[in-house]
């Protein structure tokens, strides 16, 4: 029997409705450097329209890509709403990819359009020559006036075009599973593959992402996005703030802790979301420039594990409460998030909390291994977590990638255990795992257990070839300024947080660890510089 209910479309441009009218005194804010700029969301709704009008004129009638190329402001999350609003596709390029993936992507997405900030005019206009689909580039910020570009692309000044346009649009009725926005992988591994989310995903994704069991994102709060637009979707906050009617507050380009600090004092941001090294970053900073920064009553932290000292000092040193979370930019990317079962208090609290979390209703996890076998969730059977839901890539855009996929579900390539009471714990990537001897060492719990150390900054542990034992741990650390800690009293120190036959017998320490594209430890780089002799290992 079919249900008696509508079956009313869910969409970007019912986001951008509500969002506009019932929540239209909420705000986005921009950071300048030295002051901000402010938007209602109210003029938000009215300069979407014109921004679609202005997108219409350019040729912009069906599905075409509109990318953006953008630092987190104002004009990003027009183009998050406007675009998709319209029935066309919003292609958030990742403005630190390398050149050769910059031209990969957005060829294979086939660009139309390019919106970008006039600050990163000098990354894109070298690499204009070989996107063979782009027509159109509009320029936000300065004037668009002598932008080199080829002749095949009319150059356009986003203030400009908007000027004149009517401020109200009749959106369309899309088809809710009709591609909304396109979000690259970083491409960690091979060329970054495409993830096209659909009006549908992203927007029971943005329910989620308001969820008690969630972020918990709430109306009034003041989002403090820092994690980039063209990374996951800046994790959904951008249409979850619409959907809810809480404020944004964007850093634009100003992401070193100094400009955060200043902008945090200035804002008061009630909520934020990062990688970790920001919160590294921000933390040191604070420590020579002490800062009341409790304003955040929540911060969320996921993209890599979040060391269990740095939620210690969250805690203790700033009154913060981090919210540890795992996703990818093929779970849009909200996955699990570590809220600890309510009545749980002190230590036990805790150790929830270290954990990457509870998946939500609406998605569900299991744990394969090597032969497919699924495995129980004990808390110790080991496995590669696979997902499914209805914001979880079903496959890649335009690339079979059949390895990638297993009767229906996403592989992750993320490896751990799952509770009885449903928390994941990752211990690793499946291509960062330690295979020591024939048993496996998590390079994850070692990371988390050397940063634990009151003298070290950052501490990354990649697998390195052994004669005897195949591979084993090497710690790439680094300290604080001045730190009288060498790698002998770091491997004491370790002594009684790993077993004997873990404790890693490779150093070196380095001045900063290497980063990707979206601020995570880099080692596939630590790697090849190990191979090509660049680090000075010390062996105890
Ligand atoms: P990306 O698509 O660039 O966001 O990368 C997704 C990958 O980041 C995941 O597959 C994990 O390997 C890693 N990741 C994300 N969140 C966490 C977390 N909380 N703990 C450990 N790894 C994480």
């Given at each position: 029997m079919l249900s008696t209910m509508q079956d009313t479309p869910l969409s970007i441009a019912q986001l951008?409705?509500?969002?506009?009218t019932v929540h239209g005194d909420a705000e986005v804010v921009t950071w300048t450097g030295a002051g901000t700029r402010r938007r209602s969301y109210a003029e938000v709704g009215r300069r979407c329209a014109q921004l679609s009008h202005a997108l219409r004129t350019l040729g912009v009638t069906g599905d075409e890509r509109v990318a953006t190329f953008m630092w987190n402001n104002a004009e990003h999350l027009e183009a998050y709403l406007a675009v998709p609003s319209m029935g066309a596709v919003l292609h958030t390029l990742n403005i630190r990819l390398f050149p050769e993936q910059l031209v990969h992507v957005a060829n294979h997405a086939e660009d139309h359009?390019?919106?970008?900030?006039?600050?990163?005019?000098?990354?894109?206009?070298?690499?204009?020559?070989?996107?063979?689909?782009?027509?159109?580039?509009?320029?936000?910020?300065?004037?668009?006036?002598?932008?080199?570009?080829?002749?095949?692309?009319?150059?356009?000044?986003?203030?400009?075009?908007?000027?004149?346009?009517?401020?109200?649009?009749?959106?369309?009725?899309?088809?809710?599973?009709?591609?909304?926005?396109?979000?690259?992988?970083?491409?960690?591994?091979?060329?970054?593959?495409?993830?096209?989310?659909?009006?549908?995903?992203?927007?029971?994704?943005?329910?989620?992402?308001?969820?008690?069991?969630g972020p918990a994102l709430k109306q009034g709060d003041r989002a403090l996005a820092v994690v980039p637009q063209f990374h996951a979707m800046s994790w959904g906050l951008p249409y979850a703030a619409f959907m809810i009617?809480?404020?944004?507050?964007?850093?634009?380009?100003?992401?070193?802790?100094?400009?955060?600090?200043?902008?945090?004092?200035?804002?008061?941001?009630?909520?934020?979301?990062?990688?970790?090294?920001?919160?590294?970053?921000?933390?040191?900073?604070?420590?020579?420039?002490?800062?009341?920064?409790?304003?955040?009553?929540?911060?969320?932290?996921?993209?890599?594990?979040?060391?269990?000292?740095?939620?210690?000092?969250?805690?203790?040193?700033?009154?913060?409460?981090?919210?540890?979370?795992?996703?990818?930019?093929?779970?849009?990317?909200?996955?699990?998030?570590?809220?600890?079962?309510?009545?749980?208090?002190?230590?036990?609290?805790?150790?929830?909390?270290?954990?990457?979390?509870?998946?939500?209703?609406?998605?569900?996890?299991?744990?394969?291994?090597?032969?497919?076998?699924?495995?129980?969730?004990?808390?110790?059977?080991?496995?590669?977590?696979?997902?499914?839901?209805?914001?979880?890539?079903?496959?890649?855009?335009?690339?079979?990638?059949?390895?990638k996929f297993h009767d229906g579900w996403l592989r992750t390539g993320d490896v751990g255990t799952i509770t009885p009471d449903g928390y994941l714990t990752l211990t690793d990537r499946t291509k960062d795992i330690i295979k020591s001897g024939g048993e496996w060492i998590s390079s994850v719990d070692l990371e988390n257990a050397v940063m634990g150390h009151p003298d070290v900054i950052e501490a990354a542990v990649i697998g390195v070839p052994d004669a005897k034992w195949d591979e084993r741990p090497l710690v790439a650390v680094v300290l604080r300024e001045g730190s009288g800690a060498t790698v002998d009293t770091l491997r004491e120190f370790l002594s009684d947080k790993v077993a004997k036959?873990?404790?890693?017998?490779?150093w070196t320490v380095i001045n900063e660890v290497p980063k990707t594209s979206v601020g995570k430890f880099d080692k596939k780089r630590l790697r090849s510089q190990y191979h090509d002799g660049d680090l000075e290992v010390t062996r105890i």
């Open positions: 951008l409705r509500h969002g506009s359009i390019v919106i970008v900030d006039a600050t990163l005019l000098p990354l894109l206009t070298p690499q204009l020559p070989q996107l063979t689909t782009v027509k159109h580039l509009i320029v936000t910020g300065d004037s668009a006036d002598g932008v080199e570009a080829p002749d095949s692309v009319q150059v356009h000044s986003y203030e400009a075009l908007l000027a004149d346009q009517p401020t109200e649009f009749d959106w369309p009725e899309v088809d809710e599973r009709s591609a909304a926005a396109m979000c690259y992988t970083s491409g960690t591994t091979g060329d970054p593959k495409g993830v096209a989310y659909s009006h549908r995903s992203i927007y029971l994704h943005s329910m989620q992402v308001c969820m008690t069991d009617g809480a404020s944004l507050i964007m850093p634009d380009r100003f992401l070193q802790p100094e400009p955060l600090a200043a902008l945090i004092a200035a804002e008061q941001p009630t909520f934020a979301a990062a990688v970790p090294t920001i919160w590294q970053g921000l933390h040191q900073y604070l420590e020579q420039h002490p800062q009341d920064i409790s304003c955040m009553h929540d911060v969320l932290i996921g993209g890599s594990a979040v060391p269990p000292s740095l939620m210690h000092t969250f805690e203790d040193d700033h009154d913060i409460q981090v919210l540890h979370a795992w996703g990818m930019t093929e779970t849009s990317p909200l996955g699990s998030v570590a809220r600890p079962p309510a009545g749980t208090e002190g230590e036990e609290r805790w150790r929830y909390r270290y954990t990457q979390g509870r998946f939500p209703a609406s998605v569900q996890a299991r744990l394969v291994d090597d032969l497919g076998e699924i495995l129980p969730h004990d808390g110790n059977s080991v496995g590669e977590l696979e997902v499914r839901g209805p914001w979880i890539a079903a496959a890649y855009y335009g690339v079979d990638a059949p390895d036959w873990q404790l890693p017998e490779n």
